[in-house]
């Protein structure tokens, strides 16, 4: 049966869905002239399809707590885990938190979460993308946890619902407001959207921010939203790998688009991620506040702008040096859990403001960390 969820607001609120894949990549699909017919049908489609995805999504993220604590009830029930258990957990504050996963497949459909493949402590199963994205949110669990020391999504042990194989040649992937979502690809421009840890690492990120500031999705909100969703993608991927800031790329997507000099997105670069692309163009995302694009398609440019927040911790990151998490990570993180500074339509000199705070807190105001970060956002002319 296909999911239902409950309606949460009687007002009609217009939010684009926070999927990996940006609406100007769509948008040039669609009004290239010479583009295959059935590849610009395709995502006229899609469009359609993220319509509904985003009204799911904005329903999850206007949970009251109360209401978000019924939600991870009812996964911990999906998943076959009690009451009593859930009890357990709560009176033994000295457990060990371990990650909670699920895995399903929508066998090329759209029912919700589909069949299940895989659980927490399983074998592998005989789905390569399954495997994938169980051991990607893995890889986000770890990050969380044992950096930040964070449990999961909502920091309560929430489980990590995750479904492959959506529709047929969906070509993009989602955090809905309680679970992933990847589809296939259309094998011809995107490949398969479990083929890069980074964008479970994105994508779950979407979750974290939902349980923290909770940023609008529009405007310098929202392009901190995608920000902080790519940030920290980037660093699951960099820790997964043991990768030091100057061995990293800092690619977002980068063997989803098909072709090895492309990807979705560059921290190290804005605007650079995919060049004279045969079907998609060239990467239009300003890496300088002086580039700050108002886009309607984009809701205010949320994806576009992303790219100077992100290159602003990109810039620090290398200025620090060594491995990004243990202290760019930190603050950044500090940053986005600080709720007086960062409020739900935070600007992108709030966010400054906050990493600079916490990170005077966490290294000192003369600190050669501090110093990078200020630096590093001045330089993106913020």
């Known amino acids: 049966m296909k999911e239902t969820f409950p309606q949460l607001c009687n007002h009609n609120h217009r939010h684009p869905v926070q999927g990996i894949i940006p609406p100007y990549m769509r948008l040039h699909l669609i009004s290239d002239e010479e583009n295959k017919m059935k590849i ?23 949970l009251n707590s109360a209401e978000k604590l019924l939600l991870a009830s009812q996964q911990f ?50 789905d390569t993308d399954a495997d994938k994205v169980y051991d990607s949110a893995g890889a986000t669990w770890d990050l969380y946890y044992s950096v930040f020391g964070r449990n999961s999504i909502d920091n309560k042990g929430m489980m990590m619902i995750q479904t492959v194989h959506y529709l047929k040649n969906y070509d993009n992937a989602f955090w809905d407001g309680k679970q992933m979502i990847y589809g ?61 800031v100057t061995a990293a790329n800092c690619l977002i997507g980068e063997n989803v688009v098909i072709g090895e000099q492309y990807a979705i997105r560059s921290l190290k670069a804005p605007g650079t991620a995919y060049v004279n692309h045969p079907d998609l163009g060239t990467d239009p995302q ?12 984009d809701n205010g440019g949320v994806h576009l702008n992303s790219g100077i927040p992100s290159h602003a911790f990109y810039l620090a990151a290398v200025d620090v040096g060594g491995f990004a998490w243990e202290k760019l990570g ?45 630096n590093a956002w001045n330089t993106v002319g913020v």
């Open 40 to 62: 610009r049908q395709a995502h006229l489609g899609d469009f359609s399809l993220d319509e509904e995805i985003r009204a799911r999504r904005q329903a999850y993220a206007k």
């Open 77 to 126: 029930k999906a998943g076959g885990i009690s009451k009593s258990i859930l009890q357990t957990i709560a009176a033994d504050p000295g457990l060990v938190p371990q990650p909670s996963r699920l895995v399903y497949s929508a066998e090329n459909g759209q029912s919700l979460p589909g069949k299940i493949i895989r659980k927490e402590g399983s074998k592998p199963s005989k």
């Open 184 to 244: 296939d690809g259309d094998g011809k421009i995107f490949a398969s959207f479990t083929s890069d840890i980074d964008i479970t690492g994105h994508e779950l990120t979407h979750g974290v921010v939902q349980y923290e500031c909770n940023l609008e999705y529009k405007d310098q909100s929202g392009a901190l939203n995608e920000s902080l969703a790519d940030v920290f993608g980037i660093l699951v991927k960099q820790k997964a790998l043991n990768q030091d």
């Open 286 to 297: 300003p890496d300088h506040m002086s580039g700050y694009k108002n886009d309607p398609d």
């Open 330 to 374: 930190k603050v950044w993180y500090n940053a986005m859990c600080n709720r007086d500074l960062v409020p739900t339509n935070a600007t992108f000199a709030d966010f400054k403001n906050a990493t600079l705070t916490e990170s005077t807190a966490l290294f000192g105001a003369e600190d050669k960390v501090t110093a990078s970060i200020r």
